[in-house]
């Protein structure tokens, strides 16, 4: 069984569009994260969210917003879509704080034309 | 603020030879440092980490690194490289009792193998 999923796999958009990434663990746990990995395969993270905190990196726009309808999910919505959000998105999820416990999906890669 | 460096964009190693993926970091007290892989179109897996205690550490597939206070560094290295072990290396940093969120992670090493 798959730990940490994510879908779509692959998603090319245009410029303007809104788009959502999705995320499932099935692990149990209560800490899940969105990573992004860009051309030159910097990962940064973007948000960590438990069930009683979301904490944003500081650094990522207002575009992006996740949304978690339950505790396996954190789906990742992209508003405005613009050419420097190509990149790949990891998602991620630990019990707790336990960032050397992580699981990271297998990425979703998105360009944006 | 934290930082860390991973100084080379891609080491070349012959299978059977020893090798160092070098990492610096900058951070204010005691650091938690990291080492994951990334195989092609996979995320992010966990090798290793130093928190506290001896600074030789060891992790999985017979990576191990040392922690070097003096020099601010956290380089990985295996006594004898394997083929398999070709991949994307990412060194990462985080602050003492800070959240996960604070996580800093270099640029990441490639790894190549060669037979």
């Known amino acids: 069984d798959t730990a940490v999923s994510q879908t779509p796999k692959y998603l090319v958009t245009q410029m303007g569009n809104d788009k959502s990434i999705k995320c499932e663990q099935n692990?149990?746990?209560?800490?899940m994260y969105w990573y992004k990995q860009d051309s030159k395969k910097f990962l940064k993270i973007m948000f960590s969210y438990n069930n009683k905190e979301l904490i944003i990196n500081e650094t990522v726009p207002n575009r992006f917003s996740p949304k978690s309808p339950d505790k396996a999910h954190l789906n990742l919505h992209i508003n405005s879509l613009e050419l420097g959000d190509s990149a790949v998105y990891f998602c991620?999820?630990?019990?707790?704080?336990?960032?050397?416990?992580?699981?990271f999906g297998p990425g979703t890669r998105l360009t944006v034309t | 603020a934290q930082s860390v460096a991973q100084p080379e964009d891609q080491v070349n190693v012959a299978e059977g030879n020893p090798l160092t993926v070098k990492c610096t970091y900058s951070?204010?007290?005691?650091?938690?440092l990291f080492w994951y892989v990334q195989y092609p179109n996979r995320g992010l897996q966990f090798l290793l980490k130093y928190i506290t205690g001896d600074n030789l550490v060891k992790g999985s597939y017979g990576f191990e690194a040392e922690f070097n206070k003096s020099q601010t560094s956290f380089h990985l290295k295996k006594p004898s490289a394997l083929v398999s072990d070709s991949a994307l290396y990412f060194c990462a940093v985080r602050a003492p009792y800070s959240s996960a969120s604070k996580i800093i992670f270099g640029s990441g090493t490639r790894l190549s193998i060669r037979p």
């Open positions: 951070v204010s007290g005691n650091p938690y």
């Open positions: 692990l149990g746990h209560d800490t």
């Open positions: 991620a999820s630990s019990p707790g704080d336990r960032v050397d416990e992580q699981y």
